[in-house]
């Protein structure tokens, strides 16, 4: 079965609709009105080998805050809805990455219970005109609604545009590396016998 979803979320901040396919090849289609966050969305679907789809309206005469955040509402519960039960995949993912001067490490387990460790400081708090605190936001927002543990760490860095792409494409492969499918083991991938 193919493992994609659609997500529709509309509030008086934002009007966003997301469509995930878990098994994709990289395609995008994304206009959020932020272009540093389309940047970094088209980097985490291109390293995971998702096509995502993200169209957003949000307050952006206030700042870009409520538009990312809901986004990774989106995209964490667009995470949870495509990988279904759970069953055949691998749960687990990680993944070491360099960008230029900067080092990431990212590990995930798509367990069903939220947890974030984000240990990632910003140099700079402004990349352009978006703020750099967004991209933790960004990730909790995610993990929270895909129901896992993510632990982002930022060996070192200098660059905070640097910090970031490292982080939007290491999340991604670990994700990647997590969601496929183990052919070894078939069923749940938990002693409990859900996740």
């Known amino acids: 079965m193919p493992r994609t979803a659609t997500i529709d979320r509309s509030t008086r901040e934002t009007q966003i609709h997301l469509e995930l396919n878990l098994d994709g090849s990289g395609q995008i289609n994304l206009a959020t009105g932020v272009g540093f966050f389309d940047h970094m969305l088209e980097l985490l679907a291109r390293h995971g080998c998702f096509d995502l789809t993200v169209q957003a309206k949000g307050d952006l005469h206030v700042d870009a805050h409520h538009t990312v955040e809901d986004v990774g509402i989106c995209l964490g519960q667009a ?98 590396m997590a969601v496929e499918t183990d052919p070894r083991q078939p069923g749940i991938p938990s002693t409990k016998g859900s996740l």
């Not at 070491?96 to 001067?101: A, D, K, R, T, V």
């Open 79 to 176: 995470i949870r809805n495509a990988l279904g039960d759970k069953k055949g995949i691998r749960r687990y993912g990680h993944f070491s990455l360099p960008m230029e001067e900067t080092l990431c490490h990212t590990a995930i387990d798509l367990s069903g219970r939220y947890y974030l460790v984000f240990n990632a400081p910003m140099p700079s708090p402004k990349i352009g005109d978006f703020d750099s605190e967004l991209v933790e936001d960004f990730w909790q927002a995610v993990a929270a609604n895909a129901l896992c543990n993510l632990h982002v760490n930022i060996q070192y860095g200098r660059n905070t545009h640097h910090i970031s792409e490292a982080i939007f494409k290491c999340a991604a492969r670990a994700l990647r």
